[in-house]
């Protein structure tokens, strides 16, 4: 399928989509919000995917919602606006397959909501992380408020939405905003052997891992906990357990196959 506002390729089991308006900075516009939207739907559905990698191309990973969109925006329309860009994120944290952020550069505004939304965030050094949309007097729409306090903790978050300040990448680390931090040089190759090793283990296990965080996150510690005994059950009785299994026993290398 083409595209004109991303790029996607695939390489082996690993699937690459990168935001392309580099002379925006990768702003997400509405054709590109839906091209994100489909392609990520895409590769969720390709049985021979099993890791998804989202960058930007250029200096940006993503400087946020596009802006000359708001002008026009009535409150209503500004409304569908943040739920369907929130709809969207909300769509890449809940399929099933591992992704991966790769920032390149900066990640403002909506382009941080859309790296929060990735299960795993990696940075070059040269990144800088932000939701700076209170300068535009407004607020961050697109999951921002809440996915960005469950990972760095109120205070934090409260702060970089205040203030609107970028943080570098290094710092972002610190507050374990970012998995880990690379020489630009390296983010490549760095996030392609993370990729690999991860695109190597169960796609049913790795699937599982993911419901049972995401949704017990926001469930009490309980209800989360009966999830994870209850999937425990379940992975029981796949062939990838057996698989697992017998690949230890036999001291040799397992081989996955998501069923
Ligand atoms: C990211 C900044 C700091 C980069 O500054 P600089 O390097 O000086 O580059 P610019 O000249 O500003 O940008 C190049 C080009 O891109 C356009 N652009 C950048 N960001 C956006 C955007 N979010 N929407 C639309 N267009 C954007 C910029 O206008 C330039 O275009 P020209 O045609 O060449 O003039 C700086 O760009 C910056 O601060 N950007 C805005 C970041 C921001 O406020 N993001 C939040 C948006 S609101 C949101 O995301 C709601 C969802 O929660």
Redesign the pocket.
Known sequence: MEFETIEVKKEGTLAWLILNRP???N??NLKLLEELYQAVKNFDSDNDVRVIIITGKG??FC??????Q?TELTPVNAWKF?KR?REVMDFIESIGKPTIAMING?A????L?LALACDIRVASEEAQLG???I??G?????G?TQRLTRIVGKGKALEMMMTGD?IPARDAERYGLVNSVYPSADLEKETRKLAEKISEKSPVALSLIKEIVNRGIDSSLLTGLSMESLGWGTIFSTEDKKEGVDAFLKKRKPNFKGI
């Open positions: 002379d925006k900075l702003a997400l200096k940006a400087a946020g919602a596009d802006i000359t708001f943040a860009g900066y403002l505004g909506g382009g909501e939701l700076p949309e300068n535009l407004i607020y961050p729409g697109y921002g970028r």
